[in-house]
Structure formats: C-alpha cells, structure tokens
C-alpha cells in the first residue's frame, strides 16, 4: 500500500484529524470489522474532504450523510464490510465499483485494489468526485460516466465489483462481466434490502445473503 500525502495538508484539524478516523477504525473493530488492509486503507483516506465543509465534524460519525443530487455517502460500516467480503482475505485485482457518488469508496477501494473503475451516471456528481479526488492521486483509480448496470464490458473481466446502489435483482450484465474466482457485492431487494455476495465459479454462481442494508436506487441511463 502507497503513504498517502493527506495528513498535514488536510482542511482542518480537530474533529477531522487522524485521531478522529482512527476512532472511526476502533468501532468499526467493535462492530465486527477484522480485515486489517481494509481498516488500514480507512485510516488512511480522510472522509471529511468528501463531505460538504458544513458536515465535515460528522464525516466520522458511522452514517450514511447527503452528498448533493439527493444521493448519499455511504456508511463507513457498509463500506468495511462490502469491501472485507469483496476481499476475503485475499488481495484484489480489477475492481469495478458502480455510483461513485462522492468518490469515498472509490478512494478507499484504490487502496485495496491495484485496478478500480468506477462508473456515476450523474455527471456533476462525477465532477465533484473527481475534485474530491484529485488531491490524492491515486493513479489507478479511472472514473467513468455511465450507466454502471451495463458495467464496463471494454475494461472486464473484473476480480471484484461493488455496487453501490440497491436494485430488485442482480444485473446480468454485471455477473457477465466477472471473472470466474470473481466476487460481486451488491444491495438487492424491492422493499427490504439486503447485502448480497455473489461468486462466480467455474460452475456458475454462487449467493451468500448478509446483513439488511438501505441504499439509493440504481436508476437506469445517464443524467
Ligand atoms: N460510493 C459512494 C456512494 C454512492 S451513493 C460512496 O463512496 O459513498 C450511490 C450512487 O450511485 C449515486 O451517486 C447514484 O447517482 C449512483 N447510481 C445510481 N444508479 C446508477 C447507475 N445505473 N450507474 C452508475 N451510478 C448509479
């Protein structure tokens, strides 16, 4: 994993400092969290730049906050926890992460992944993303605007792809686009959503339900 150049000339100290993220880190252990490269990469990106400056002392409170386009960022403990089950222990290639929203998980994904795409059907929310981003320069990370349900069929197959918008079912384009061994986690489910990690095999897929989750929709189309 690369040092990352956040600490000093990060906006603001206090309730936005390295302490603060590391508190952050000591419950989402408490919670549950055990995957120490996903904790380590969470230490290290600093959440608050990707909030507005207004909600910047919450950005390490465990929750979900409004990020413009009535969309959200995601809770920290979802993020640790799709990207510890996306993981399982072992390191990643080629991910694809579909709603960059804000570009949170995107930048925490650069830090486990040595390939991440990352595709937001909502161009000024790509935009903002981008600005979001580039302070940190994370040279393979690639955000993409798009409809992330048809996935990036140029850049597949991926070893792993977070969805981060919930949907009734899987998307068959995505599952297409898995490498066998690869590892989809998305939010499914109409009313009631919940996380799903679905394997591909050699033999075809596999599911595994976890914990009840609640998302923005996966809309279809660019805006
Ligand atoms: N990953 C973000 C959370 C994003 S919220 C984080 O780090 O916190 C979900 C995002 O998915 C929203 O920005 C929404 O615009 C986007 N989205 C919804 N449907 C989509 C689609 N079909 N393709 C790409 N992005 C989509």
């Given at each position: 994993?690369?040092?990352l150049?956040?600490g000093a000339?990060?906006?603001?100290?206090?309730?936005?400092?390295?302490?603060?993220?590391d508190?952050?880190?000591a419950?989402l252990?408490e919670?549950?969290?055990r995957?120490?490269?996903?904790?380590?990469?969470m230490?290290?990106?600093?959440?608050?730049?990707?909030?507005?400056?207004?909600?910047a002392?919450?950005a390490?409170?465990d929750s979900?906050?409004?990020?413009?386009?009535e969309?959200?960022?995601?809770q920290p403990?979802?993020?640790a926890?799709?990207?510890?089950?996306?993981r399982?222990g072992?390191?990643?290639?080629r991910?694809?992460?579909?709603g960059t929203?804000?570009?949170y998980?995107?930048?925490?994904?650069?830090?486990?992944?040595?390939e991440?795409?990352?595709?937001e059907?909502?161009?000024?929310?790509?935009?903002r993303?981008?600005?979001?981003?580039?302070?940190?320069?994370?040279?393979?990370?690639?955000?993409?605007?798009?409809?992330?349900?048809?996935?990036?069929?140029?850049?597949?197959?991926?070893?792993?792809?977070?969805?981060?918008?919930?949907?009734?079912k899987?998307?068959?384009?995505?599952?297409?686009?898995?490498?066998?061994?690869?590892?989809?986690?998305?939010p499914?489910?109409?009313?009631?959503?919940?996380?799903?990690?679905?394997?591909?095999?050699?033999?075809?897929f596999?599911?595994?339900?976890?914990?009840?989750?609640?998302?923005?929709?996966?809309?279809?189309g660019k805006?």
């Open positions: 994993m690369s040092e150049p956040f000339g990060a906006r603001g100290i206090g309730m936005t400092s390295q302490r603060t993220r508190r952050m880190i419950r252990r919670k549950g969290i995957d120490e490269t996903v904790l380590a990469a230490a290290s990106v600093p959440r608050h730049l990707f909030v507005d400056e207004a909600l002392s919450r390490y409170e979900a906050l409004p990020i413009g386009f969309q959200t960022i995601s403990f979802v993020v926890r799709m990207l510890a089950e996306l399982d072992r390191p990643l290639g991910v694809l992460e579909v929203g804000c570009g998980q995107a930048a925490v994904l650069a830090q486990v992944a040595s991440v795409y990352s595709i059907r909502i161009a000024g929310l790509l935009e993303a981008r600005a979001n981003l580039r302070a940190l320069r994370l040279a393979n990370l690639r955000l993409v605007h798009g409809d992330g349900a048809r996935g990036l069929p140029d850049a597949a197959p991926f070893d792993g792809i977070v969805v981060a918008a919930a949907s009734p899987a998307s068959e384009l995505l599952l297409q686009q898995l490498a066998v061994g690869g590892r989809m986690i998305a499914l489910g109409a009313e009631e959503q919940a996380l799903c990690l679905i394997e591909r095999t050699t033999k075809g596999t599911e595994k339900w976890l914990d009840a989750v609640r998302f923005v929709p996966l809309r279809a805006q």
